[in-house]
């Protein structure tokens, strides 16, 4: 197996409110291979875009928020690099896309403009060329008949397209790693599909590695490769995604499956976790997910850790996997 | 079809939408909705499901005659159609409505309390004791505790929002509640408490629902009746069994492919057929079935007028693969005649 690309390790970012220093990032250990994909899953407030946008030196650094831990990509310190390098980085080595395809992009420059925009900024080539690069790239992407649509504006594209724009931008500098923030989740389920093969399509034949942060489980079963369930700023169990969702073992990830309401099979009764998620000032003593836990007892009080378990599995659950003898069925 | 016992609450037929729009300069019109029949009986669930600019949001709000429609609509067996503004404030109180946003659909400067007696001020002539305890009611229906309503709603979570705007639309005891999107912002663990709510709603107090959501799972969910709209157009409608477990229009068979469900196994194993292209432009849409231009079965006779064809199990589907017309393959011999009477039928008319 190659090495990871990145190593995350033990990451906190912390923000001042109040006078008071709240954990948003707390803790989070975890690494990336080439052509592998890593989905971090969770609620909203879970922490999943935070520790992401944290790597990308975007949160932790202004006043009021602070950072501590390790990540290393390519063997650099991504935490202690200046924000210039960073920022070279961003969008060249490690490239980015984000939800909103609308907000991402300029309104008022076209398209093909724009990626070559960040072509000619990152690779030092000329403007022509630059463009050649833009309009490859749009190919790539299967944006239909790429050299026209290079000269069209941003609304002129469906979300979809749009989608495919930002996409294309992303991959034009020929990035190692790509971070994918609910990259479908503003899109319709049709569109949704297209953009999700053309991720893993170029997943497998850039070798990129990917970071593939959402909310639904099940765009995680089809993309990613290995998972890591966040919850209340912890990864609360990270594992292989079949042996996750097949066998999982915290009772966090169990509930979170279990309430996935399902297109396939017989219509059973919804089920929920009670309450809502904890904001990084109110998080529980010991086990976070306590409170909405009914497996929880005394022992859920004490400071917990994501222990290994073998098969490259990890799971915060102090009580094990003692819990699911308490679940019915 | 079903065999509906129970009354119909809302019939419309024909329902018509078409905005006034500029393209490159030119004034046409985008038909919004074309030609729409649905109904919904007491007590059930018609669920619409379609991507963006399939319409299903503006029908919402030409049910709710909140934009202008032609088309009749008939609320517990009346015509409300042809009725002034007026006239249909008597009838409005029926027929509420549920948004996708908790966080805009409240007003901020009001308590909880005001927002949801709003609609009994509008519509009766309750003191304001009498408000207050029916507010109370209503909030304890809904599952929220009556010092709430002395609250703002910024003091709430987005489902604690969504069970304020649910209990202000049950305020006035509608027969009728239009859900558009309202779970979609919402966590799923979230997302399932207000859906069961809404189920327990429906129980007590004998409400029907227009479900209106993109998300097929929810919408199997929580809905007895399905239509499936596309460009303004039902393609497909039937019992939600039979819609989920036997699609019989290739539009709901690949939408129901799209989604990815959470089996890693399945999502892996299955050779998606992925849906290529785009909606076409409303400005100009095809002649015949709107989905023609991404359709695998696409053939010439689907730029003729859609059929509507009785799909055993339940319900229409309104693709030719399911007349005795043209076929893909497969078909009886037998069939020919009655195929080409079909097709010269159709083309006389």
Redesign the interface.
Known sequence: MTDPILEVEDLRTEIQIDGRWLPVVDGVTYSVRPGETLGLVGESGSGKSVSAMTLMGFVGRRRGQRLSGHASFRGQDLLGMSERDLGKMRGNDIAMVFQEPMTSLDPSFKVGNQIAEGIRLHQGVSRDEAMRLAIEAMDKVRIPNAKVRADSYPHEFSGGMRQRVLIAMAIANNPALLIADEPTTALDVSVQAQILTLLAEMRDELGLAMIFITHNMGVVADICDRVAVMYAGQIIETGEVRETFADPQHPYTERLLASMPRLRGERRQLEWIPGTPPGPAGFAEGCRFAPRCTHARDVCLEPTTLLEIGGGRANRCTRDVEWKEEVAG | MSTVTSPTVLEATGLEVSFPVVRGGHRTTVRAVRGVDLSIAAGETLGIVG??GSGKSTLARAVMRLIPAEGAVELLGTDVSGLSEREFRAHRRKVQMVFQDPYSSLNPSLTVGQSVAEPLKVHTKMSGPERRSRVEEVLDLVGLRAEFADRYPDEF?G?QRQRIAIARAIILEPEILICDEAVSAL????Q??V??LLESLRERLGLSYLFIS?????V??ISDHVAVMYLGEVLEQGPV?RI?ERPAHPYTQ???????????????STT?R???G??PDPTNPPPGCPFQSRCPFAMDVCSEPMPVVEIEGGGISRCHLHTSGPRLGGAPLASLDDAVATQEQQETR
Request: charged share 30%.
């Open positions: 991507e963006s979570s489902g966590d799923v663990s979230t399932n408490q859906l069961s993109h998300d097929l799972a929810v199997r969910h069994d989920f690949v939408l129901l492919e799209a989604v990815p469900e959470p089996e890693p196994e399945l999502q892996r998606k992925v849906l290529e785009e909606i």
